[in-house]
């Protein structure tokens, strides 16, 4: 599925996907979402249980999302712990320069409780080629390029969204971001499942493409407190 249209899903057929959520769930639940749904009513997504969003802003370094600010803002003035995601294309250019592009368009971080730390959003190619053409020692090079640039820059490390299927084909089931980098793992069933090597656990599940609130569908794995420390730092 081409990346322009729509947010982190092209790993929706890899998933038996869950057409609706669970009536209750006890954590935080939260959306992802892009231009693909248009200027969200985030007002109205909070009045139904979504306690935190994270708004698509950037894709490799050509791609701004054109609905990004107005679905920033409309999420902070609903009261929504949000954040920025970009997705990455390693197969054209570094993981430093793509992490200043999305630093530069709405990726950044502060300390207010208010903004998650920004995530790199990094799975199947949309153009076909295995892992961007990249062996596993380059992906984690690459990565690690990212992740350190945004955090020099921050101070915080960013969220690594994937699958375990994605991270243990790309970067050889890589252990070398489990102690930084907080896991989001996207997995469309009734369980989490295998998480990649050295996380014990995930902090963000995208567990349905679909379902009472537009986007994707996650949650936070802790308590609404967790969650605003997160913001903190």
């Given at each position: 599925m081409r990346l322009t249209a729509a947010p982190l899903v092209a790993l929706a057929t890899t998933f038996t996907t869950v057409a609706t959520a669970p009536a209750k769930r006890a954590a935080p639940?939260?959306?992802?979402?892009?231009?693909?749904?248009?200027?969200?009513?985030?007002?109205?997504?909070?009045a139904n249980g979504v306690s935190?969003?994270?708004?698509?802003?950037?894709?490799?370094?050509?791609?701004?999302?054109?609905?990004?600010?107005?679905?920033?803002?409309?999420?902070?003035t609903a009261g929504?712990?949000?954040?920025?995601?970009?997705?990455?294309?390693?197969?054209?250019?570094?993981?430093?320069t793509q992490a200043e592009y999305f630093l530069a368009h709405g990726g950044g971080w502060?300390?207010?409780?208010?903004?998650l730390p920004g995530a790199l959003d990094i799975e199947y190619n949309p153009d076909g080629a295995e892992c961007y053409g990249l062996s596993a020692s380059a992906m984690v090079s690459w990565i690690k390029d990212f992740s350190d640039t945004y955090q020099a820059r921050t101070g915080v490390f960013p969220v690594i969204?994937?699958?375990?299927?994605?991270?243990?084909?790309?970067?050889?089931n890589s252990a070398a971001f489990a102690s930084t980098n907080p896991l989001w793992i996207a997995r469309y069933s009734s369980s989490i499942g295998?998480?990649?090597?050295?996380?014990?656990?995930?902090?963000?599940?995208?567990?349905?493409d679909s379902g009472p609130n537009p986007g994707d569908q996650d949650e936070f794995n802790g308590s609404l407190q967790g969650l605003k420390n997160l913001a903190l730092g």
């Open positions: 639940q939260g959306i992802d979402v892009s231009h693909f749904q248009g200027v969200v009513d985030f007002a109205a997504a909070a935190f969003a994270y708004i698509k802003a950037t894709e490799g370094t050509t791609f701004v999302d054109p609905d990004f600010s107005a679905n920033y803002n409309g999420a902070t929504l712990i949000r954040g920025g995601y970009h997705f990455a294309h390693p197969d054209t250019s570094s993981g430093a502060s300390s207010d409780g208010i903004t969204y994937t699958t375990t299927d994605w991270w243990t084909t790309c970067t050889g295998t998480l990649p090597a050295g996380w014990s656990f995930t902090t963000f599940w995208q567990y349905a």
